[in-house]
């Protein structure tokens, strides 16, 4: 049900979501509080190229620059592309499956929270004595020395919104192996919902390093333990595995979703189905799979042995097979296909020799012996960027067109959203391609400044002229956004014509019930096999009944508010005396909603089959 | 979504069936419990007896303890019966993944 075309006060909608526990909600949250971190780490990465245009600059300082480099990754990786993928799951797998809600709307809610206050919590360090400056690896050897609380924020606040994650993915997981509609096997799932599938079960797995590694992190800090000194007879290299066990699935975690939207594209606007759907299904769990065995690609010099090297070499290369059968069947699905280059589907076919520039570096890099040369200079900047950028920024960018009818019930414009593109492709690769023979040349990475006369100047120069450009695309995306929200002009179920899945057999945006009866799935694309049968929608699987529904919730926010107020506890009990005071009434808070919520039953409502009748007349159907 | 809840709850299940299935599960629980205690008095029994050394004992008690992990798995938690597929796969996938770290862990950096 539409916020907007019910005229509520604003204190009504806010009330609405501060406490919602729909998953098409849950989603608009992620979405704006994952776009505002965007463009917070998108402002730092300004900053980073403002510095390093000319040499011998002095726009920030060394150690400030270690603290906006440092926030710059933390911020994009945990607090804007987690979450911005977390949105486009949560507003579209539900409806892909054809369930009414996830399996356990609460803990949606619940994960939701955990990220927003830990990701506030981090950023609170830039008003409260600096922000972590080791990096967004933040190895031991740095952190450890860090002065001031920079590095607490870090680990108290990644832990608080790690633990949100987690409970996002195992809510995703259950919702796919229980909530299927009828008819809707393992193999008739929409490859986005396989790729949340396997993000959800990477994030299981991979999450509980970083927690693992971060609490060793905070009692090493806080508490007084030695796990990675060396000199009390700990070992900081176990921190940068932790770290990677972690990181490197982590990758995968943010680019397999991004493969998903792609398919999603490629098949839609080539009007045709997915090539070797069967394959890609195989290939997203095959890159799950090795996506485990190869962190150690990230630590080749820290002296493991050639044995290690080797055996992280090969695995390392062996994840390019499955990455590059993915890319031959997004060929293969355009090739004699239908297309229309819509803004959606321009970005997913600029994302394919992107992409495919950085998994060349990535092979390049994981031949241990080249890697001694290319590590920690600019080379490594420029692969992850275009793995990271070329793959998961663009199809936030596509799936942000796309998928934008289906959360808002708008189009955004195309003209716009095409500007957008051309703005952000030159400015992208401008930056980031001139990178590799700035490391190449011998530029090494995370440094503050360079001198003259070493031939950097020019390249370095190119690299921040290309930042603007990305930062006017993003500008200009916003006002779209503006435009297409003032205008409000709503959409149909299908604005794009050719829909396949699932969500666009219902309105733009969906009721709140999603599906008034769930439907029948009797096939891979199944509101296209109804459409090339000359349905007009899905048929029932079952006859209209009630519908239960679960009721809002403040308690969540409370969970993760307690949370919050321990951490800062936690963090100035050595300081301050208040802070085992503050430390308690955290957890209290914390503890106290949680027993609330589990003595106080709460049955949810029934929508009764008469309301749901009333509405036939608008076309909500199954 | 009544589709969607395969076991329990259903009035018309056959009963007599169901009392014969629950008897033999009893019985194998039983059968495990009693195994149990005796695996667990032979594992003291290992550690206590001083002919042993610490070689053969901790991999001999490591091996005891991943037999009465799969006991109490498939006997008390069911893991044997169907619809457990997808819980089963999680589990072994993370206990791969924990292995995996595991053996790295004692290779790359303690050996
Ligand atoms: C699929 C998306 C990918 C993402 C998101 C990604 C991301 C990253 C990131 C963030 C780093 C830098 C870590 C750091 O030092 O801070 C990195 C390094 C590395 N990546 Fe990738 N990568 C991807 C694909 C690949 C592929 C396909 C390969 C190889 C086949 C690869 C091999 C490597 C190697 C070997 C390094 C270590 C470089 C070094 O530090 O010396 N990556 N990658
Ligand atoms: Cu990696």
């Known amino acids: 049900m539409s916020t907007l075309a019910q005229k509520k006060g604003f204190g009504a909608v806010l009330w609405d979501y ?54 710059h990754g933390t ?38 929270w955990l990220f927003f206050f830990g990701g506030v919590f981090l950023n609170l360090s830039w008003f409260l004595g600096g922000a972590p400056d080791a990096g967004w690896t933040s190895y031991a050897s740095l952190s450890l020395a860090s002065e001031g609380h920079g590095i607490d924020f870090y680990a108290l606040g990644l832990q608080i919104s790690g633990a949100g994650t987690l409970i996002g993915g195992i809510n995703f997981l259950v919702t796919i192996i229980n909530m299927r509609a009828p008819g809707m096997t393992y193999m008739r799932m929409p490859m986005f919902t396989w790729a949340t599938f396997v993000t959800s079960a990477l994030i299981l797995f991979a999450f509980p390093a970083l927690t693992v590694g971060l609490f060793l992190l905070v009692f090493d800090r806080m508490f007084g333990s030695n796990f990675f000194d060396a000199s009390m007879g700990g070992n900081t290299i176990i921190w940068e595995h932790f770290f990677w066990i972690f990181g490197h699935p982590e990758v995968y975690i943010l680019v397999l979703p991004a ?53 992280f070499a090969v695995a390392t290369m062996a994840i390019a097979v499955p990455t590059g059968i993915k890319i031959f069947n997004w060929l293969f699905t355009m090739w004699g296909g239908s297309i229309t280059f819509t803004t959606p589907m321009l970005w997913a076919v600029a994302f394919i020799p992107s992409f495919v520039a950085g998994g060349v570096t990535g092979v390049m890099l994981a031949s241990a012996a080249q890697d001694y040369q290319y590590h920690d200079s600019y080379f490594v900047v420029a692969h992850f960027h275009y793995v990271i950028v070329g793959g998961v920024v663009f199809a936030l960018f596509a799936g942000a067109h796309l998928y934008w009818p289906k959360m808002f019930g708008t ?38 400044t360079f001198l003259p006369g070493q031939g950097l100047e020019t390249a370095n120069m190119v690299s921040t002229v290309g930042a603007f450009f990305m930062a006017a695309a993003v500008i200009i995306m916003l006002i779209n956004i503006v435009i297409t929200s003032v205008k409000n002009e709503k959409v149909g179920n299908d604005p794009w014509g050719d829909g396949r899945t699932l969500e666009w057999a219902i309105p733009s945006p969906p009721p709140f019930y999603n599906f008034k009866q769930l439907p029948l799935v009797r096939g891979l694309d199944a509101y296209w096999l109804e459409k090339m049968e000359g349905k007009k929608g899905m048929s029932p699987a079952e006859p209209l009944g009630d519908i239960h529904m679960p ?45 609330i919520r589990s003595v106080k039953d709460d049955h949810g409502f029934h929508i009764h089959k008469e309301d749901l009748e009333d509405n036939n007349d608008k076309g909500v159907k199954a | 979504m009544a589709n969607q809840q395969p076991n329990s709850g259903n009035p018309r299940v056959d009963i007599e069936y169901r009392r014969k299935k629950s008897a033999e599960e009893m019985k194998h629980q039983v059968i495990t419990f009693a195994m149990m205690i005796f695996l667990t008095i032979v594992a003291f029994v290992a550690a206590g007896y001083e002919g042993f050394s610490a070689w053969f004992i901790v991999p001999f008690i490591l091996i005891l303890a991943i037999v009465q992990v799969i006991f109490q798995l498939y006997y008390f938690m069911h893991m044997s019966h169907k619809g457990h597929e997808a819980p089963a796969l999680f589990l072994y996938s993370g206990a791969f993944v924990g292995f995996i770290t595991i053996i790295a862990f004692l290779t790359v950096i303690w050996w």
């Open chain 1, 18 to 71: 501060l406490t919602t526990v729909d998953h098409k909600k849950i989603a608009i949250l992620y979405l704006i509080a994952g776009g505002f971190f965007f463009l917070l780490g998108g402002l730092e990465a300004m900053f980073i190229r403002i510095q390093l245009a000319v040499p011998n600059n002095d726009f920030v300082s060394a150690g400030l620059y270690n603290e906006i480099l440092t926030m």
């Open chain 1, 551 to 595: 009721n809002n919730s403040f308690i969540p926010f409370v969970i993760s508010f307690g949370l919050f107020v321990a951490a800062f506890g936690a963090m100035y009990r050595a300081d301050h005396s208040w802070g085992i005071p503050v430390l308690i009434v955290g957890l209290l808070i914390t503890l106290g909603s949680m027993f």
């Open chain 1, 259 to 311: 493969f998903g939207i792609f398919s999603e594209i490629f098949s839609i606007f080539s009007r045709k189905r997915l090539f070797g759907y069967s394959s890609m299904v195989f290939a997203t769990v095959l890159i799950g799979f090795l996506g485990f065995m190869v962190w150690a690609h990230h630590m080749f010099t820290t002296g493991m042995g050639p044995i290690a090297n080797a055996i």
């Open chain 1, 411 to 448: 189009m955004l414009n195309e003209l716009l959203g095409k500007i957008t593109f051309v703005l952000f492709f030159i400015g992208f690769h401008l930056t980031f391609f001139i990178q590799h023979f700035l490391g190449l040349w011998g530029m090494p990475r995370r440094i503050f």
């Open chain 1, 75 to 112: 911020t994009m990786i945990f607090l804007a592309a987690m979450p911005l993928i977390f949105a486009f799951m949560n507003a579209v797998m539900p409806l892909q499956i054809g369930a009414r809600d996830v399996a356990f709307p609460f803990l949606n809610s619940l994960g939701f």
